[in-house]
T-cell receptor, first 110, second 109 residues
Framework: EAQVTQNPRYLITVTGKKLTVTCSQN?????MSWYRQDPGLGLRQIYY???????DKGDVPEGYKVSRKEKRNFPLILESPSPNQTSLYFC?????????FGPGTRLTVT | TQLLEQSPQFLSIQEGENLTVYCNSS?????LQWYRQEPGEGPVLLVT?????EVKKLKRLTFQFGDARKDSSLHITAAQPGDTGLYLC?????????FGDGTTLTVKP
């Protein structure tokens, strides 16, 4: 089954404790992205990747890092999480302009 | 960043009614996508419109791309409770993406 998977689905952590949210796709897509979704602010792109080892900033990249060492994986790294990064995060992949989203990761930073 | 404005932000209607959701921009887009998102889940692609003036139908949903490719609309005929959700329009170009804030639709039985 073609899908995008994210782990964990739920995470509660404390300020400053480094964390990684994993994302994997099995559709051999070139493009992958990370988004955060907040009430009243919509879906905003954090980072995206056009292929292995090629990444670029989206609209809200501050406080986040990404890497694309393999085509199928695109982890999101929060080196020092802060409460304003509490949000619902989505990973997505695409071969052109039609994106396929993961189920989401709800992150709470206290 | 190219902006997409959606209206209305919220819509609550009775089962059987018709509705239209709008997605507008001052920029020209090569394509626009419509997604539907249910609570606690990721957005799911409904359709892509590419050609100015294009109309696509998906059962009771009709999507239209403006002639100038700056706007799009989604019309639902005889809405059902199962249509309840957040409807998003978006554009992706070489990986860079932008989305409207969405229209939250509630269809009451």
């Amino acid at each position: 089954e073609a899908q995008v998977t994210q782990n964990p689905r739920y995470l509660i952590t404390v300020t400053g404790k480094k964390l990684t949210v994993t994302c994997s796709q099995n559709m051999n897509h070139e493009y992958m992205s990370w988004y955060r979704q907040d009430p009243g602010l919509g879906l905003r792109q954090i980072y995206y990747s056009m292929n292995v080892e090629v990444t670029d900033k989206g609209d809200v990249p501050e406080g986040y890092k990404v890497s694309r060492k393999e085509k199928r994986n695109f982890p999101l790294i929060l080196e020092s999480p802060s409460p304003n990064q509490t949000s619902l995060y989505f990973c997505a992949s695409s071969s052109s302009y039609e994106q396929y989203f993961g189920p989401g990761t709800r992150l709470t930073v206290t | 960043t190219q902006l997409l404005e959606q209206s209305p932000q919220f819509l609550s209607i009775q089962e059987g009614e018709n509705l239209t959701v709008y997605c507008n921009s001052s920029s020209v887009f090569s394509s626009l996508q419509w997604y539907r998102q249910e609570p606690g889940e990721g957005p799911v692609l409904l359709v892509t419109v590419v050609t100015g003036g294009e109309v696509k139908k998906l059962k009771r949903l009709t999507f239209q791309f403006g002639d100038a490719r700056k706007d799009s609309s989604l019309h639902i005929t005889a809405a059902q409770p199962g249509d309840t959700g957040l409807y998003l329009c978006g554009n992706t170009n070489a990986g860079k993406s932008t989305f409207g804030d969405g229209t939250t639709l509630t269809v009451k039985p």
